[in-house]
């Protein structure tokens, strides 16, 4: 499976951009997709996931980011409103073939395929 995430961008705080990750190279869509992100001299951290039916999110992300899927086109959707400064970080889309246990689905280490990356700079 292969993921390719675009939409980064630079905004400035309180705006919004909505980021993008399609799957190619596997007959069915992924049974999980998610977000995590890095900034710099941090370690990547969870942001949201799609765990079939069900929506997770990090406690920064709640009531601002909003994660959303289109199995027919095998892609999943984050989009980020009141974006902050500490917001800006590489954002990274991740996938699993099959369901994650739910204490696991914030763990990198649990996820098989990830995307390049791409670059949000929310400036203030």
């Known amino acids: 499976v292969q993921l390719q995430a675009s939409g980064g961008g630079l905004v400035q705080s309180g705006g919004s951009l909505k980021l993008s990750c399609a799957a190619s190279g596997s007959t069915s869509s992924p049974f999980v997709m998610g977000w995590f992100r890095q900034a710099p001299g941090k370690e990547r951290e969870f942001v949201s996931a799609?765990?079939?039916?069900?929506?997770f999110y990090a406690d920064s992300a709640k009531g601002r980011f909003t994660i959303s899927r289109d199995n027919a086109k095998n892609t999943v959707y984050l989009q980020m409103n009141s974006l902050k400064p500490e917001d800006t970080a590489v954002y990274f889309c991740?996938?699993?073939?099959?369901?994650?246990?739910?204490?696991?689905?914030?763990?990198?280490?649990?996820?098989?395929?990830w995307g390049q990356g791409t670059l949000v700079t929310v400036s203030s």
């Open positions: 991740a996938a699993r073939k099959n369901r994650i246990i739910t204490g696991r689905i914030k763990q990198a280490g649990a996820y098989e395929y």
């Open positions: 799609s765990n079939g039916g069900t929506r």
